[in-house]
């Protein structure tokens, strides 16, 4: 039956890019290592490594896929972020994400966004996606503005 | 006993997608609907876990569902997700899974639906075995293959437990025929079922007859698409999401434009002699379903023919309309000629050489009509939704 019928290919978000700072007790973490953990098509998932600048500053590039759509099987990206830093391995971020949309984590791009690995509690957000992080951010940039 | 809102309903069926793995579930559980620890921020998950108590997860090749508390103590919810691509099932609609087996109350649905709701229905037991207590509104929800599980769910609560259930399904399949509908409708209650879905999702317009959806005769809650054709985009979970947004129930319900169950209709549809105008049409489809359901009505009604129980054998579905359609051909011209009049309508949609006589309609030729026709269907549907 599948042969008649190729699927279309679309390209989706597997993870949105996200940039800041890393701070450890209010000082800049610097040369951290950032690991991101991304899995959508099997549970072991693809990790990739990143790493802070002397002023604490990182940036994860969007990470995109392009796959055979067939939405009676729908996307679910499981996203973690760990840092580690003086030897201690912080979760700064963990979703759960079903939409292909860039941003569609968090509804939009967060602004001045800083992670503070001393925080003990992550805030989740729910509204567009399975959200929990350490990271604070001043506004969401949303793709309208 | 409240029912909960569309925009509710249609947040809990998109954002299971969400949970991706098991520590995902603790997340979706914090969103308000849910019961909550009763000291938040303060206790770590397997606190949380303890203290809230209650909740299991329902795992399937092809599904995955959670079993929760509600916010109040009057509300529970059991939410189903579909197929996702990590285990890439989305062999629901093949021609393996689309037969008939007896549910867990001896009814005629779907092999391939019922199959992932028994996995997970000792999990369900246990739920309201060990967690519940007290008589509860329990909300069944789910989108595409997680509206026909959820529909499952509904239907065994109903009759197997003390508790109320409310079922919200969005751009699902059909579950069961007939039989099934009817009995479901009447142990849920049709006013507890919300059936969402738009014109244009091809989703819901399968499996063919025999397969029906509940609540039993009624349009469910049809919301209209500007375009002609059967879309994948129209059977998304987001889609759904932004049709519902900020509307009542009862402001979810545009009338159906046609009502194909009109006999003088499909009568005058069957024996127009136009072309087809285009198989990917959402109306065409529901015009070759009304049609189908007609002449096998007449048939089964003059042959006395149990309908029924027909379909619950060892054989294919297609086998079985074709064995009620041969039996027609053979009765009495006022009935015969509706056979032939089908029959010349699907060959036309498949682009077969169409027959001259009924004469030339054995019971092969039929069984083959009608195993392309559900083939073209099912495929119209995975094609339609693979067109984005």
């Keep these: ?145 | 006993m409240p029912e909960i809102s569309p925009d509710t309903a249609a947040q809990l069926a998109e954002r299971i997608y969400d949970v991706q793995d098991l520590s995902l579930v603790d997340f979706f559980l914090e969103q308000s609907f849910f019961k909550q620890a009763k000291k938040p921020g303060f206790s770590p998950h397997k606190h949380l876990m303890a203290d809230v108590g209650g909740r299991i997860i329902l795992k399937h090749r092809d599904g995955f569902g959670i079993c929760a508390h509600g916010s109040n103590d009057r509300d529970l919810f059991l939410i189903f997700r579909g197929t996702t691509m990590a285990n890439s099932g989305a062999d629901i609609f093949t021609d393996a899974y689309i037969g008939i087996e007896n549910s867990s109350a001896g009814l005629p649905v779907h092999i391939g639906f019922n199959r992932c709701f028994t996995s997970m229905l000792p999990e369900i037991r246990t739920f309201f075995s060990t967690h519940v207590k007290g008589g509860k509104t329990v909300h069944c929800i789910g989108h595409s293959l997680g509206g026909a599980i959820a529909s499952l769910a509904a239907d065994w609560v109903a009759r197997n437990t003390i508790h109320a259930a409310k079922l919200y399904t969005f751009g699902a399949p059909r579950v069961g025929t007939d039989w099934f509908v009817n009995s479901t409708t009447t142990a849920i209650g049709g006013e507890h079922i919300h059936r969402v879905y738009h014109r244009t999702d091809p989703v819901p317009m399968v499996p063919l007859y025999p397969f029906m959806h509940a609540p039993y005769d009624q349009d469910g809650h049809y919301l209209f698409s500007v375009e002609p054709l059967t879309s994948g985009e129209a059977h998304k979970m987001t889609k759904y999401k932004k049709s519902v947004k900020t509307k009542s129930w009862k402001q979810l319900s545009d009338a159906p434009e046609n009502p194909y169950t009109v006999e003088s209709a499909i009568e005058s549809w069957l024996k127009s002699k136009s072309p087809i105008a285009d198989t990917s049409s959402a109306t065409f489809w529901r015009w070759v379903d009304s049609a189908l359901i007609y002449v096998i009505k007449k048939v089964a009604l003059a042959a006395i023919v149990s309908i029924q129980g027909a379909f619950v054998t060892s054989f294919t579905i297609a086998d079985k309309i074709a064995y009620i359609l041969a039996k027609g051909i053979n009765l009495a011209e006022n009935i015969s000629i509706w056979v032939e009049h089908l029959m010349r309508k699907l060959m036309q949609a498949l682009g077969m050489k169409v027959v001259e006589s009924k004469e030339e309609l054995t019971h092969n030729l039929i069984r083959f009509v009608l195993m392309r026709i559900t083939e073209k269907a099912n495929k119209e549907a995975r094609n339609a939704l693979r067109r984005l």
């Design chain 1, 1 to 145: 039956m599948s042969i008649f019928f190729k699927g279309k290919k679309v390209e989706a978000v597997l993870f949105s890019p996200l940039e800041g700072k890393i701070t450890y007790q209010g000082k800049p973490a610097a040369g951290a290592t950032i690991k991101l953990w991304i899995a959508w098509k099997d549970k072991d998932g693809e990790t990739e490594l990143y790493y802070s600048d002397d002023q604490g500053n990182f940036s994860i590039p969007k990470k995109t896929v392009v796959y055979k759509d067939n939405p009676l099987a729908q996307l679910s990206v499981g996203q973690e972020v760990t840092v580690e830093y003086q030897g201690k391995e912080i979760l700064i971020w963990k979703a759960g994400k079903s939409s292909s949309h860039l941003f569609g984590e968090l509804g939009g791009q967060p602004v001045g966004l800083t992670c503070e690995l001393a925080n003990e509690e992550m805030t989740a957000y729910l509204d567009h996606a399975l959200v929990k992080t350490l990271c604070k951010w001043q506004r969401l940039k949303t793709l309208e503005d």
